[in-house]
């Protein structure tokens, strides 16, 4: 079945450490590959995407994600998180087969950062 | 660009009542797409369209359940009757299907029946 992966459910880090969150996909074919964010009692951000060319993309507030096709992984990375990064984080992927632009998200992890 | 507009932001509301939930997409996105959000079950996706078409409403609960799209700039979720366990925030989003398929959030209803 069609599915995304995010292997850490929640993550607890103190500031200035580094972030990796893991995402995997899969399908085999051409995607799109989305990260967002939702920080509390808020609403879905895009925080970054990837589409096609350099495989590092680089998104808002110091983030950037890396598309290895060969591992079907996007991860999200972020060398120093602060305070106010805590939320929850998602990955997603568009199949470009799918009609209608519709996305496949991940079931999300939860960033706790200790001030 | 006003962004998603959903209304009404919150809505409690008795078991058994009537709800309706409203979106107004972004001017020139042809796609729609109703999520539910609850702790115990995360980010799901409902129900969506495309140029006012349902696609895909496999993830409606039950008959209780029903969305339309009378137009590209309009759409409704409505739940009848109501039971305490749809209480959850009620997502939409919208998209433009030419372009890069980033799905853009509105702000949210959160209901809760009691």
């Known amino acids: 079945a069609q599915s995304v992966s995010q292997h850490n459910h929640h993550v607890i880090l103190s500031e200035a450490a580094s972030l990796e969150l893991g995402c995997n996909y899969s399908?085999?074919?051409?995607?799109?590959l989305f990260w967002y964010v939702q920080y509390p009692g808020q609403h879905l951000q895009l925080l970054l995407k990837y589409f096609s060319g350099d495989p590092l993309v680089k998104g808002i507030k110091g983030f950037e994600a890396e598309f290895i096709k060969s591992k079907f992984s996007f991860n999200l990375r972020k060398p120093s998180v602060q305070w106010s990064d805590t939320a929850e984080y998602f990955c997603a992927v568009n199949p470009l087969y799918n009609q209608g632009g519709k996305l496949i998200f991940g079931q999300g992890t939860e960033l706790s950062v200790k001030p | 660009d006003a962004g998603v507009i959903q209304s009404p932001r919150h809505e409690v509301t008795e078991m058994g009542q009537e709800v309706t939930l409203r979106c107004k997409p972004i001017?020139?996105?042809?796609?729609l797409f109703w999520y539910r959000q609850t702790m115990m079950r995360g980010l799901e996706l409902l129900i969506y369209?495309?140029?006012?078409?349902?696609?895909?409403d496999s993830g409606m609960p039950e008959d209780r359940f029903s969305a339309k799209m009378p137009n590209a700039s309009f759409s409704t979720l409505k739940i009848q009757p109501s039971e305490p366990r749809d209480s959850a925030v009620y997502f939409c989003?919208?998209?433009?299907?030419?372009?890069?398929?980033?799905?853009?959030f509105g702000p949210g209803t959160r209901l809760t029946v009691l």
């Open positions: 989003a919208s998209t433009r299907t030419s372009g890069s398929n980033e799905q853009f």
């Open positions: 399908y085999g074919g051409t995607v799109n």
């Open positions: 369209f495309n140029n006012n078409v349902p696609i895909d």
């Open positions: 001017s020139g996105h042809n796609s």
